[in-house]
């Protein structure tokens, strides 16, 4: 008999690996972002760890485009900034040269 390469998970291993209390978990659980459980019992709910793991490396992809995006639009902002900056000494400098 071949053996698993996966196994069960608690919601408490879950949270330590996630990093998350319990109310964040239950909150992600009943809004759909986070994968549902294998009922095990009336009480029991149970996660395949090989779910989970392909669920944070989904996540964690999100969030590396997220990340990336972000700095996009900061790098092209501080451009614009700049650019703004520049354009207000340019004017300035040409009032006062007609004033002078």
């Known amino acids: ?3 698993p390469t996966w196994h069960y998970m608690t919601r ?3 949270c330590a690996v996630r990093r998350v209390g319990r109310t964040h978990q239950y909150e992600d ?7 549902p459980g294998e009922r095990h019992g009336m009480r ?3 996660w395949r760890s090989d779910v989970v793991a392909a669920w944070l490396e989904a ?3 999100r969030a590396r485009e997220a990340s990336q995006d ?9 451009e614009r900034g700049v650019e703004v900056r520049r354009n207000r000494r340019v004017a300035a400098t040409q009032e006062s ?3 002078a």
């Open 44 to 46: 029991t709910i149970r």
């Open 70 to 78: 972000i700095a996009v639009r900061q790098s092209k902002s501080a």
């Open 1 to 3: 008999m071949k053996t």
């Open 29 to 35: 659980e009943k809004s759909g972002s986070f994968p």
């Open 97 to 99: 040269a007609t004033r």
């Open 12 to 14: 408490a291993e879950i």
């Open 59 to 61: 996540e964690s992809q």
